[in-house]
């Protein structure tokens, strides 16, 4: 959440009060928003130039490859493209834009099955999702799941399936448990994942689904992009698909002119 908000200010940020913007100037505060970018494009459209300085801009295209929002996750591919931008005149003469309607762009992600797997390795990220998926359980769940660490995990991707598989050992006992879950996926109303017919096994044992069904629901629950919105951003998904490599999400993103 938190890169998505620098992220969009400096997309507002692009418009010079000048009246004039350079597209190799405009990357600047799109690469500051990222830990590291390995290829980046922006491309700024605005005719008549005169329409800048009365806070018109027709259209904003940016594409990027290899762009790391934090240390341990990289993007493979990052697509945008605006529809017109409308901020306030004065307000942008002094340097401070301000949006005056609705900032709407189109959005196109890709992740690679060997991205995720090497963020994974990262201790610092593999806590991070970790403590996502036991806020997923129920209160008694979460105390037994923190008893346990876990070891080589691995994310691989299907035709619109997922396969997650990792090691599970408990503290001060030296014994592993193998566990494997894998589960379809695809939207809700463009703003909710949910997982189909999840199934998990603990050393190759099926676990109930009176277990599953609970921590499939948790992760749709967290995954509703409706929460955004008290941000002042409303995003739906248009597309997620998955194949033997790689996942590719389309979606759509609206920026309230309150909020940025």
């Known amino acids: 959440m938190e890169f998505l908000t620098i992220f969009l200010s400096s997309l507002i940020s692009l418009v010079s009060p000048v009246g004039v913007v350079l597209d190799r100037t405009a990357q600047q505060p799109i690469r500051r928003s990222f830990v590291s970018v390995e290829t980046l494009e922006v491309r700024i459209d605005n005719a008549p130039s ?6 018109k801009v027709d259209r904003i295209r940016i594409a990027g490859r290899g762009l790391f929002p934090v240390q341990e996750v990289r ?24 949006l005056t309607q609705p900032a709407r762009a189109a959005v196109r992600l890709v992740l690679t099955e060997a991205d995720i797997n090497r963020a994974l390795r990262s201790p ?5 999702l970790r403590e996502v998926g036991i806020n997923a359980l129920s209160e008694q769940d979460a105390r037994q799941a923190r008893r346990y660490e876990i070891l080589n995990p691995r994310v691989e991707f ?8 990792a090691s599970l050992r408990e503290a001060g006992d ?32 099926a676990v109930p689904d009176r277990v599953v069904t609970p921590v499939a629901n948790g992760i749709a629950e967290r995954s509703d992009l409706r929460q955004l919105e008290a941000s002042g951003i409303t995003a739906r998904i248009l597309q997620l698909h998955t194949n033997a490599d790689q996942l590719q999400l389309a979606a759509f993103v609206q920026v309230a002119p309150n909020k940025f």
Do not use: C
């Open 124 to 128: 610092a990220f593999a806590a991070q």
């Open 75 to 98: 993007l493979e591919a990052l697509e945008l493209d605006t529809d017109p931008i409308f901020l306030e005149g004065r307000r942008l003469l002094r340097g401070r834009p301000q």
């Open 158 to 165: 299907e035709s619109q399936r997922i396969r997650v598989s």
């Open 174 to 205: 030296p014994a592993t448990l193998d566990i494997m879950a894998e589960a379809g996926i695809e939207t809700v109303a463009g703003r909710q994942l949910r997982l189909v017919n999840p199934t998990v096994r603990l050393n190759g044992e």
């Open 50 to 55: 005169y329409q800048l300085v009365q806070g």
